[in-house]
């Protein structure tokens, strides 16, 4: 399958930092999304990205989908304690199957 | 709430049994996913279904099927079951048969075979 990798793998981060976390795959592909998973709930999207190079807000997040088109940051700025959790990045280029990274896990320390 | 419907939230079942995993999706969804999510694999993409047809495949096992009625609502049926297939089974739904604005998750059906 297709090798999508998220580092760093876990941050431990105090509130009001603002956290940085990529995303890098063997191909390349066109749609790049940003979920964010809490504890015993599926994932939620938080960002979707397809142009290479674009940069996307939302809110405090902001995402840019790489000039490649083989890797994406997810930035959140002035963290709060309900950021905690596993952000996940996704990719496709069919639309229908998306590939999951391997997750960046989230602690905010208050 | 997200608006996609798994049942149960819970299941615990012994090797070689057979158990059904539900999924209602969001309203107006026509299109439904099944992702199974474990410890050492992560998010693993099994099937998609469009309005009733199978119109994806991934890594699916054989012992594992899946069905989309004319409500819309799927079914994942997994046999013979294993101790490795304890995990996490997510249903998604999303509008379109295509899903490039993303998915709608449901809360996952966590599945513990003993």
């Known amino acids: 399958g297709q090798q999508l990798n998220q580092s760093p793998q876990s941050m431990f981060i105090q509130e009001g930092e603002d956290v940085s976390m990529n995303c890098t795959s063997s191909?390349?592909?066109?749609?790049w999304l940003w979920y964010k998973q809490d504890p015993g709930e599926g994932p939620v999207l938080l960002i979707a990205?397809?142009?290479?190079?674009e940069l996307t807000s939302n809110g405090r997040l902001t995402a840019q989908f790489g000039i490649t088109r083989k890797d994406s940051f997810l930035n959140i700025s002035a963290s709060i304690p309900s950021d905690v959790g596993i952000y996940f990045c996704a990719v496709t280029n069919t639309g229908n199957q998306f590939y999951f990274g391997t997750g960046t896990s989230l602690t905010v320390i208050p | 709430d997200s608006g996609v419907t798994q049942t149960p939230k819970h299941l615990i079942t012994a090797t070689g049994q057979r158990v059904t995993l539900r999924c209602s999706p969001r309203s107006g969804d026509l299109s439904v996913y099944w992702y199974q999510q474990s410890l050492d694999q992560g998010l693993q993409f099994l099937i998609q279904y469009y309005n009733g047809e199978e119109r994806a495949k991934g890594n699916i096992l054989e012992r594992f099927s899946a069905q989309q009625f004319p409500d819309l609502h799927s079914e994942l049926n997994l046999s013979s079951l294993e101790l490795g297939d304890s995990a996490l089974y997510f249903c998604?739904?999303?509008?379109?048969?295509?899903?490039?604005?993303?998915?709608?998750f449901g809360s996952g059906t966590r599945l513990t075979v003993v």
């Open positions: 990205l397809y142009k290479a190079g």
């Open positions: 191909s390349i592909f066109n749609t």
């Open positions: 998604a739904s999303s509008p379109l048969v295509q899903a490039n604005y993303g998915y709608t």
